[in-house]
């Protein structure tokens, strides 16, 4: 199960999706300003975790025993996380932590993102995704897709999925370097799967 928090919304609320295990990915809006406690609560379904760089709050356990093992940060200096002396309990699966050019050590030395055992440096960044119809140039909705890519073991991996809407998509966290594919798996009424597209931003995010 995916889910879209709509662009707009500045604060997640205590719990908003605590023990959602089926939740298997999360598109955050870039007008997230505060993660309150428990938000993502025990949802262990979710393996990639992108935050927009707009959240400035993430309070205490809001990631306690979230199952994410693949974490975007975009800021050249982290967001305190909660409580510092909560240790693993935010995102205690976390194996790889993927930051801007420049600030890994910053990272290896800041309270609980100290604790993972990979921290990467990346250029990351952003695009807007639009499913339209090419005869008008009006955004359709109803189409369920995905931005896939092979990890280093050779498995694919959803690196963002969602449903269109009226607006476009915006997909946070793309890494440089990487080929993508984007797939359509659910074609709005009327219309047919398309082909998948492949694409991979260079270092200036194009």
């Given amino acids: 199960t995916s889910m879209k928090v709509p662009h707009g919304v500045e604060v997640l609320e205590d719990g908003t999706f605590s023990q959602c295990k089926k939740l298997g990915s999360i598109s955050l809006p870039t007008t997230l300003k505060t993660i309150k406690m428990d938000v993502f609560y025990d949802c262990k379904s979710i393996e990639t975790f992108v935050f927009p760089e707009s959240v400035e709050t993430i309070e205490i356990s809001a990631f306690s025993s979230i199952g994410a093992k693949e974490v975007y940060a975009p800021w ?52 807007q995704v639009s499913k339209v119809d ?25 690196f963002d999925e969602w449903d269109s809407e009226e607006e476009a998509h915006e997909v946070v966290g793309l890494v440089t370097g990487v080929e993508y594919t984007l797939r359509e798996t659910v074609a709005p009424d009327g219309y047919t799967i398309p082909a998948e597209p492949t694409f991979t931003l260079d270092s200036e995010g194009k």
């Fill in 76 to 127: 050249s200096v982290p967001v305190e996380l909660g409580n510092p002396w909560d240790l693993r309990s935010q995102f205690p699966c976390g194996e790889t932590l993927h930051v801007p050019v420049g600030s890994a050590d910053i990272y290896a030395n800041a309270p609980v993102w100290k604790y993972f055992p990979n921290i990467i440096e990346d250029d990351m960044t952003s695009i």
């Fill in 134 to 158: 090419i005869a008008d140039g009006e955004e359709l909705e109803g189409a369920h897709i995905q931005i896939v890519y092979t990890d280093e073991n050779g498995e694919e991996q959803i």
